[in-house]
């Protein structure tokens, strides 16, 4: 039974663990999702790893960023804000309470969404029937999905995240744990990418939706209204 609420999950790791860069949450890729579907209605619930305190990664404060789709007016938006004071712990959550479940990124994610806790919860979510969507570093979440039948989630799945190469622009190549673009192929996925890097790209397949990149968040916002919707 449809419940119109969608399950949103972000980070609670802050910076990275082999170099002194900070990390967390980039700000845009919840917010621009959080805005269109409650815009069409639906009602979204906040969660992570760990529950609590949710780090920002301080790149995506940056004033050209803030200026993307309303992210500087959700963060100057103390009810807002406040939402990723006291997170959900992933732990406490009823899959049968939402339709879909949705990954945010920000490199924080590399660090803590690759868990076995995680993992279980979005096998049930896809298991029975739920969408289960990403953007950009969020695809990490897919990473660790036994599904019932035994195959990882992303098996034979069409599906992108952020690149290699985006990586490489970002100059974050020797900072993060693994190629989230290597770790996606070698799991069995068909991974695409845009034309070129950081434009906004969605790859659809079935009840799996995908972002590449920051960009991509509302379009991902827009394809799970669209597949709620039938």
Known sequence: MATGKILTIVTNAGEYEAVGYRTGLWLGELTHFYDHVTGEGFGVDIASPQGGHVPIDPESLSRTVLDDLGTGERYRDREFMNL?????????IDVEEYDAIYFTGGHGVMFDFRSDEL???????????????????????????????GDPLVKGKNV??????????????????????????????NYSVADKPFESYVVEDGRLITGQNPGSARAVAEAVVKALRG
């Not at 990723?84 to 406490?92: D, Y």
């Not at 049930?124 to 953007?135: C, E, Q």
């Open 119 to 149: 993992g279980a919860v979005t096998a049930k979510f896809y298991d029975s029937g739920r969408i289960v969507a990403s953007v950009c570093h969020g695809a990490a979440g897919l990473l660790n999905v036994p599904l019932r039948n």
């Open 84 to 92: 990723l004071e006291n997170t959900r712990k992933v732990a406490e």
């Open 160 to 189: 992108t995240g952020f690149s290699w190469r985006e990586e490489e622009l970002a100059q974050r190549a020797d900072a993060v744990p693994f190629s989230l673009q290597d770790e996606l192929t070698a799991l069995g996925a």
